[in-house]
């Protein structure tokens, strides 16, 4: 590893570089008055792979693929290269009235990958946005859209979440997320959602299984279902594992049950795959492992790599057919300028062409068994009351004693002193409050693993003493 950094010239150029950075920059989801004190920044010249690289040569390992979006390593060539030779080609062209290749194919193999359910018509059409939350916003108005156009009476106008649930950060994706502190100054702007119990086998009675817990958890479900009937237009949920709610995660048979319940109450099912797509939890996506398959699916982070926002909606062809008339108005008139961009497109043709050439899936399930075997020491420190897995997402739950009942004083900020003292010795987590996870690229390497997991319990050791 680089002794560069120690070089004083090099130290006052980070240095100069931070100042430059807090001169003019409002950094997402940060109370910038941590910075540069509390919190550190830092700056990345290039990455490599797992690695993220300062100017001074230094190496820090993106356990959080980078917010969740990297899947093969930064500055992954065959993506560059795609990206490259689109620019070189066509750069963008409004998708309203004009069509490129790009997107074609992009949504032709799209829907082949889609989930798909015995007795179902599989998802039929693709609609394209430039970012997750617009993706959710672009779901949530067809299905809304979707009932208005056939004219139901009364309006069919809620929307049915979870607790705990996250799907961005615009106001109607807003509305349907149920974490306090992304959501409570918003409140008074927000439209009305109905929140079900989450089905998180964390917060299962003790001696009720997850499976058990999530069985509940959709009886409670069914039971608002009943109490709303005719009013709800769509039910959101993250499919296996919500993220931005600390990486908690559930049983596939709620899936199942959410897809038999919202089928008798003609009720949509949105999966929101933005997190969890593209092999992040074990199967390409995590519908499958329930068997189900939604109305609609939102895609975005992993689908171009992690490499350019891009977004897409799957849809059946039935929402598809609900929206065809003779009138404008009931046409989707929803819109983003870079709807479709021809280079996020190329960046997500060549991802999927990396799935296979590389047999990523099969290469994660090694990947994610060495995790498996790393993460379960830690399971045994006095602070940790949580070690779960889905796939390549690992995480662990800290608070004092090991125990649920009794979370560490926020006040503390355990998370916070995590983060920090693995950033000193050259790992990048993001713990989200006490949670501590590991959401790596899928090139991360045994040696890698090995840092990743040494790191992570002397943070927790030093976050907990
Ligand atoms: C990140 C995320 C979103 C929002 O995507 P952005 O591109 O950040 O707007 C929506 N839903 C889920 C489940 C996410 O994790």
């Known amino acids: 590893m680089s002794t560069k950094h120690h070089d004083p010239a090099i130290l006052a150029e980070a240095d100069a570089w931070r100042s430059r950075d807090l001169a003019v920059l409002w950094h997402p989801c940060t109370q910038m008055r941590e910075h540069p004190h509390t919190l550190p920044l830092l700056p990345v010249a290039r990455g490599d792979g797992a690695w993220l690289i300062g100017p001074d040569g230094r190496r820090t390992l993106d356990a959080v693929s ?101 799907h961005g950060e615009t106001v109607g994706a807003l509305s349907v997320g149920d974490i306090p502190l992304y959501r409570r100054v918003y409140a008074p702007l927000l439209m009305e959602a109905v929140f079900a119990p989450s089905p998180d086998a964390y917060l299962a009675a003790d001696g009720r299984s997850a499976a058990e817990h999530a069985e509940d958890a959709a009886d409670a479900l069914a039971r608002i279902l009943d109490e709303h009937a005719g009013e709800i237009c769509a039910l959101v949920l993250e499919p296996r594992v919500q993220c931005a709610g600390g990486m908690r995660m559930h049983d596939p048979v709620y899936l199942k049950r959410v897809r038999e319940l919202c089928d008798v109450h003609g009720v949509f099912l949105i999966a929101d795959e933005i997190a969890v797509g593209f092999g992040r939890t074990g199967t390409m996506f995590a519908c499958e492992q329930a068997g189900v ?158 840092l990743l997991a040494d790191v992570t319990g002397s943070a927790i050791e030093a976050a907990t003493a």
């Not at 998708?95 to 989930?115: D, I, K, N, Q």
């Not at 693709?126 to 949530?140: C, I, P, R």
């Not at 009351?385 to 560490?408: H, N």
């Not at 959401?439 to 693993?449: F, K, N, R, S, V």
């Open 66 to 166: 980078s917010w969740w979006v990297n899947l093969f390593g930064h500055a992954e060539p065959r993506i560059a290269g795609a990206i490259a030779r689109q620019a070189y080609t066509l750069e963008q062209v409004i998708l309203a009235g004009c069509s490129h290749m790009p997107a074609v194919e992009l949504a032709e193999r799209l829907l082949a990958l889609a989930p798909r359910q015995s007795g179902r018509a599989p998802l039929a059409k693709v609609f394209y946005a430039d970012n997750g939350s617009a993706g959710v916003e672009v779901a949530l108005k067809m299905a809304f859209q979707w009932f208005a156009n056939r004219g139901d009476e009364p309006r069919r106008t809620k929307f049915v979440a979870l607790e705990n649930g996250y």
């Open 293 to 450: 398959m939604p109305d609609l699916m939102c895609l975005s982070k992993g689908l171009t790599g992690g490499f350019l926002p891009l977004a897409a909606v799957l849809a059946t062809q039935a929402i598809y057919d609900g929206f065809l008339d003779d009138s404008r108005e009931r046409a989707f008139l929803h819109s983003h300028s870079y709807t479709g961009n021809p280079l996020a497109c190329a960046a997500a043709l060549a991802t999927l062409d990396i799935f296979e050439a590389d047999d990523v899936l099969a290469r994660n399930r090694r990947t994610a068994a060495r995790m498996a075997e790393l993460a379960a020491p830690l399971a045994a420190h006095p602070h940790v009351a949580d070690v779960r897995q889905a796939g390549m997402i690992v995480a662990f739950e800290l608070s004092d004693g090991g125990r649920k009942s009794t979370p560490f004083d926020a006040a503390r900020r355990v998370g916070l002193r995590a983060y920090t003292h693995a950033l000193e010795r050259g790992v990048l987590l993001r713990p989200l409050g006490d949670i501590l996870y590991w959401m790596p690229p899928y090139c991360i390497d045994d040696d890698q693993l090995d």
